[in-house]
């Protein structure tokens, strides 16, 4: 491995709480101790670590996993200069403190799609396997906005050599659509799942009348081979919120659920949930009128007995914030009471990322706090659903946007990274959490 030097310069404690572009780090130094609740509990820490480093000025939009077999943590994001942008990786072996040396995984010349809300998504299965998925973008002559393909790209080594890439969506011979803001999940016996927002030609998710205004539609494709080949796509949803990322998850029995922002009549933009070939459900009545679309869809995670866990951001004036639920997938229409995860009228659109941490409960990242600025709040939500038993803000988090996380099979140990803007250019940063319970 091609080690970069290690930077530890933050480190935050909490106790139990109530109800694009690389650049070096300092090492100033910050400890905060939060006392919201009084807990036998042991506390959370909170250390940022390093991130790779390559000779590219713009670098940003990460995805995060952990390795089953290896227990590394992978790490993919997007950087480019003059020539344009790919799609990089490299893993760690040592919690984030150094670095394989980076590679390029996606073409040279091949024209990405640079949305933060539809950013890449990094898989990785025991044996080697790693892939990603992304979205392309081509400009058509006439159009305001570009043609776009959603693409996958795979490596059966453990990401040292890749495969040249596949597309996802099966329209490629019926002239330019879009194809973009996806999810995708590991099935049973090392299935791939995606989703995506769809307006291809001759679809129904271009142009809605009753959802006034340029909508998408939901499609879905498997792969049974790690992305060699996918299957031929499956229409669900329309009139679904154009520039918000879906979110998808699979139980044991291979029953494939979908979480969104569907777009109501009256400008309406609240989050849902639907298993295929059902209509969807909202994770909350929220009535938010948004007259364009907010660039924040709702994660979604399901667990090995069943469980749904779901968040969203709402702008609905009166609750204005993020919020979390958990149901039985078997009970979807049956949704409890929201548990507020943050929540303040200061807040503008908050992005937010799920992770599931076993018995310690289910993990929340977002990019605001309380005072609306953009800094990375963690959360972790007890394992019953009900109530957040911790909460910290990453103090030197300003100016962050999109955090992603992934944990380690034993659960105690999380990642999030995020970009953070400063100074007029995008920094990729890098945490580590020991998670307490």
Known sequence: MNAITSHRDAVVTTGLAQPRRVTALTGLLFTLSLSLGGCDSKPSTVALAHTPTITMPEAGDPSLTVDPATKDVLMSWVAGDSTGYRIWFARSSDRGDTWSTPIAVTPAGEHLRIHPESSPTLVCEAGGKVGVAYSTSVEIEGR??????????????????????????????????????????????????????????????????????????????????????????????????????????????????????????????DAVVARTDTPPVRMHADDWVQGGCPHSGPPLLMSLDGTLRMAWFTGAEGHVGVYFREVLAEHLDSLGTPVPVLVSEKLSTVHVSLAEAGMSGTLVACDADTTGAHRVTLARVEASGRRVVESLVVPYSSGASHPRLAVTPDSRLAYVAWTTHEHDHEVLRLARWQVGR
């Open 144 to 269: 305001k906005w570009p043609a776009s393909d959603l693409r996958f790209v795979r490596s059966l080594d453990g990401g040292r050599t890749w495969a040249a890439p596949t597309t996802v969506n099966d329209d490629t011979a019926k002239g330019p659509g879009n194809h973009s803001f996806h999810g995708l999940t590991q099935g049973p016996k090392g299935r791939l799942v995606a989703s995506w927002l769809d307006s291809r030609p001759g679809g129904d998710g271009i142009v809605s009348d009753e959802a006034e205004g340029h909508d998408a539609s939901i499609h879905i494709a498997r792969s049974d081979d790690f992305g060699a080949k996918w299957s031929e796509n499956l229409a669900q949803w329309s009139r679904v919120c154009p520039c918000c990322r879906t979110s998808i998850a699979v139980d044991l029995n291979g029953g494939t659920y979908v979480a969104f922002r569907k777009h109501f009549p009256g400008q309406v933009r």
